[in-house]
């Protein structure tokens, strides 16, 4: 099979290693790809927005499958328009990746099928969302509606800066169009646990849990950012969270989006909260985490084209999908500065030293080749994976690996994973 893979961060990197264990996989491209990835793929200068463009690409070379890994292309259509030419593509449609692309039409949908997750409003009008502040409890959570790179949640302590919230995310479009619709919602407090999912339309098939760690510094402190690292699996995703989600949450999503008749195919990743009265939903995303696809898909025994094309032919009841035990700890090398401001174009020293090394992997997430060699070229620059029998393990294991790169202005959390020590 020829495989086009859209996107160019540390998840695309893993999906692309991983695509490229197949069997069936014979050449594949990445769309616009990054350093890291053309180990396993040919790149192509095409951005991921461009559906157009990709599509007749896809078309002109004959691609047997795309698989789309970012959530913009996703929420903006790019299924709908590969479809429309008759190209085989995996991820839900534009009306299905609303699940992410809505924060207020996920939350009704929770709302009406009886998913559990934290009591809301939905406003577009700031003056009612400002009178509906004036008699809520605190801390409150703020949500823009659309997509805000991760960054459209604000949790406030007091009215003061909830207003501060509504003034920015309603009337500043501090996320642009995103925050033409808030969702104000009840705080929880608990462990979270990402779970990622295959669905064909009707069947789901969990995968691993996995942890991240959104806060740029030590002890969850600091500016959220696109993650700094993960851990898998999560010992806090017991047998009876998982029971409870099978009864409650994941089917019952699928089965809510078909009833709605937006069919999902492709990977719904539950963003769950332990709470103390039952795992509850935070949120939903339409695509694989980053970088919890980088702790998730090392772990995966299936071949990863089988599953997917089961995905999409509907016929994901016959796959008996499975993890290795044992466990995986990814940490992100960022650039020093991140997510502010960061200088780029460092060259990156000691990639190659991965390839000796069984069961390490080193993800391109923000990476360019130059003249020079490969350097620095986004906030968060690599993600370093290991493997262990376990977790404590795999964390000494990720930590050891960290030292095989170096860069200037090289910076990362020394406690990703740390939590596994209270379980
Ligand atoms: P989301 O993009 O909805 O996952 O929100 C980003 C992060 O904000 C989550 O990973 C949580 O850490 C936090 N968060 C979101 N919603 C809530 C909530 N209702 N209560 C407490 N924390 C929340
Ligand atoms: N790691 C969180 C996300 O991919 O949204």
């Not at 893993?14 to 790809?33: F, L, M, N, R, T």
């Not at 790179?149 to 509504?166: F, N, Y």
């Not at 078909?258 to 695509?287: H, S």
């Not at 020293?349 to 992997?361: I, N």
Request: aromatic content about 8%; overall charge negative.
């Amino acid at each position: 099979m020829k495989v086009l893979i859209v996107g160019s961060g540390g998840r695309e990197h893993a999906i692309a290693w991983k695509v490229a264990q197949s069997p069936k996989a014979e050449k594949i491209y990445c769309a616009p790809g990054n350093a890291g990835i053309e180990e396993y793929a040919q790149c192509v200068d095409i951005g991921a927005m461009e559906f157009e463009k990709l599509a007749d690409f896809a078309q002109e070379k004959g691609i047997d499958l795309t698989i789309v890994g970012m959530d913009d292309p996703l929420v903006g259509g790019i299924v709908d328009v590969f479809e429309a030419k008759g190209l085989k593509v995996f991820g839900p449609r534009k009306n299905a990746a609303i699940l992410e692309g809505s924060k207020a039409f996920s939350k009704d949908l929770m709302k009406k099928y009886g998913i559990p997750t934290a009591a809301y409003e939905n406003f577009d009008d700031p003056k009612a969302a400002l009178a509906y502040l004036e008699q809520a409890k605190f801390p409150i959570v703020l949500k823009a509606d659309g997509l805000a790179l991760g960054k459209g949640v604000l949790i406030c302590d007091s009215l003061e800066e909830a207003k501060e919230g509504v003034q920015s995310i309603m009337m500043d479009k501090k996320f642009g169009s995103a925050g033409n619709t808030m969702v104000i919602e009840e705080f929880m407090t608990g462990r979270e646990v990402s779970v990622l999912s295959f669905v064909d339309g009707k069947t789901i098939k969990t995968m691993t849990s996995a942890q991240d760690h959104k806060r740029a510094q030590d002890g969850d402190q600091g500016l959220n950012t696109g993650g700094m690292g993960t851990f898998s699996p999560s010992p806090f995703y017991t047998e009876e969270v998982d029971e409870f989600c099978r009864r409650h949450i994941y089917q019952a999503t699928v089965d809510a989006m078909a009833k709605e008749g937006r069919e999902f195919k492709g990977i719904i990743f539950f963003g769950l909260m332990l709470t103390e009265n039952g795992p509850r939903v935070l949120e939903y995303n339409a695509r694989f985490g980053d970088p919890e696809a980088q702790v998730v898909l090392p772990r995966m025994k299936n071949d990863i084209l089988e599953v997917v094309e089961a995905c999409i032919d509907g016929t994901l009841d016959q796959i008996d999908l499975q993890f290795e035990d044992n466990a995986a700890v990814c940490v992100v090398l960022a650039s020093k500065g991140y997510p502010v401001s960061y200088e780029k174009g460092f060259v990156i020293h000691g990639l190659e030293k991965f390839k000796e090394k069984d069961g390490y992997y080193v993800f391109h997430a923000g990476t360019k080749k130059t003249e020079k060699g490969i350097v620095t070229n986004g906030g968060r620059v690599l993600g370093v994976t290991a493997k262990g029998e376990d977790l404590k393990a795999a964390r000494a294991n990720a930590y050891e690996a960290v030292k095989l790169v170096e860069f200037e202005n090289k910076y990362y959390r020394n406690d990703i994973g740390k939590a596994i020590d209270e379980a």
